[in-house]
C-alpha cells in the first residue's frame, strides 16, 4: 500500500509564502508524474501544478510566475514552493503521484493540507 503525507499548510498573510512538500512511503516500482492540486470550498478540484519524471513543470495560469514545482526521485518527495499567495490562493491543497504497482500506473492522492490566505 502506498501512502502520500503532505505537511506546510497553515495561515499565512497576503503576499507571504508557503512551502508544501508530499512524501511517498509504501512498497512501489517507481513514481510518474506528481502534482497538486487545489480545492477551495463549493469548487472542484482543479490543477496546481505537475511535474515529469524529467522534472518538466507545468503550472495552472492563475499561479505562473508565483509558484514552483520540484520533485525529488530519489526521496519520492514532490514540493511546491508558493509565493506572493493572495486570498483566493486560500483551498486546501492535495498532491498526487502517478505511482507504479502491480505492472500498471495508478493515481494515488494525500490527504490534503489547508492553506488559508488572510490578513
Known amino acids: 500500500q502506498v501512502q502520500l503525507v503532505e505537511s506546510g499548510g497553515g495561515l499565512v498573510q497576503p503576499g507571504g509564502s508557503l512551502r508544501l512538500s508530499c512524501a511517498a512511503s509504501?512498497?512501489?516500482?517507481?513514481?510518474?508524474?506528481m502534482g497538486w492540486y487545489r480545492q477551495a470550498p463549493g469548487n472542484q478540484r482543479d490543477m496546481v501544478a505537475t511535474?515529469?519524471?524529467?522534472?518538466?513543470?507545468n503550472y495552472a495560469d492563475s499561479v505562473k510566475g508565483r509558484f514552483t514545482i520540484s520533485r525529488d526521485n530519489a526521496k519520492t518527495t514532490v514540493s511546491l514552493q508558493m509565493n506572493s499567495l493572495q486570498p483566493e490562493d486560500t483551498a486546501v491543497y492535495y498532491c498526487?503521484?502517478?505511482?507504479?504497482?502491480?505492472?500498471?500506473?495508478?493515481?494515488?492522492w494525500g490527504q490534503g493540507t489547508l492553506v488559508t490566505v488572510s490578513s
Open positions: 509504501g512498497r512501489f516500482s517507481s513514481i510518474s508524474t
Open positions: 511535474i515529469t519524471r524529467g522534472s518538466i513543470p
Open positions: 498526487k503521484m502517478m505511482v507504479l504497482l502491480d505492472y500498471s500506473y495508478r493515481e494515488v
